[in-house]
């Protein structure tokens, strides 16, 4: 099984900026993709950014410019890195990770989230 433990999650003035990590750990073959979805209040739900284990990474457009997704493989970890944060930034962040197992296959694991909010 794998366990994702995010970090970093906080209020943040507009402007700020905040740097989220998640850390894979538990029993498993390789972690492939890793990245980051976002839930508002309103449920919504929205892939922020990914980054393959080659370190090819995709952004949402209204992450384009503003955020930094990367990752260590030796530490099974991926960071976002938040800057010019808005108030529509506000969420709970949830981390996410393709992992591949021996005799399990493919599965996809999920985080607690953390929360990130910004104010105006």
């Known amino acids: 099984q794998v366990e994702l433990a995010e970090s970093g999650g906080g209020l943040v003035q507009t402007g700020g900026s905040l740097r989220l990590s998640c850390v894979a750990s538990g029993s498993f073959g390789i972690i492939n993709t890793m990245g980051w979805y976002r839930q508002t209040p309103e449920n919504q739900r929205e892939l922020v950014a990914d980054?393959?284990?080659?370190?090819?990474?995709s952004y949402a457009d209204s992450a384009k410019g503003r955020f930094t997704i990367s990752r260590d493989n030796a530490k099974n970890t991926v960071y976002l890195q938040m800057d010019k944060l808005k108030p529509e930034d506000t969420a709970a962040y949830l981390c996410y990770a393709n992992a591949y197992t021996m005799g399990r296959g493919a599965t996809v694991h999920w985080g607690q989230g953390t929360q990130v909010t910004v104010s105006s």
């Open positions: 980054v393959s284990r080659g370190g090819s990474a």
